[in-house]
């Protein structure tokens, strides 16, 4: 088990140099954005504007803060379609090659939780989870990331995770999976992303 705090962050611009992100977490350790295996990260949007392109990789989003954010997302011979991330939205997933175009509601600069996962390697699902007492069992599951936003998140053997903090659980053997019971505080905003390995992947 691993835990980072705000001061274990780093901060760097985008892939296309229109903003900046803050990486939360990026396995390997020492990967960087053209060869990670996954990357947790957290952005401000404060412009209407295109997403960096990641081939190969999967991506999940989800509204931290602000009003919303509409994601147009166009496939090649498709019309394309409308996603809409509001402060109520489950995180919304897709491809790190799809052409997408971010729209903020009201002009308000909004900032987002993503984490990408690389296709051939890895899968992942990101949930949200708030107050209340909770049970997650990933079967086949060799990581399990818990990002607490807002609030905190006790576990069940007594490990507080607090504001901006991120908790990183692995299981050598894939085939027994992994369970993570915990408990949020009220008003928590807790986000937690399983990830499975494929059969050849690395894990």
Known sequence: MQIWSEQDFRTMPWKNGGGSTTELAIYPSQAGLDNFIWR????TVATDGPFSHFAGIERSLALLSGDGMDLYLHETGDEGEVAELRPDSAPFRFN????VVAKLLNGVAITDLNMMSRREVCSHTMLRFGEGDHFVQANEAQQILLFCHEGQATLADG??????QLLLQEENHAHEGLTLQFSAAAESDIYLIIIRFSATGAG
Not at 40 to 43: E, G, K, P, V
Not at 96 to 99: A, F, H, M, V
């Open 40 to 43: 947790l990260s957290t952005a």
């Open 159 to 164: 490990t507080l995770i607090q504001r901006q």
């Open 96 to 99: 790190g090659e799809t052409p």
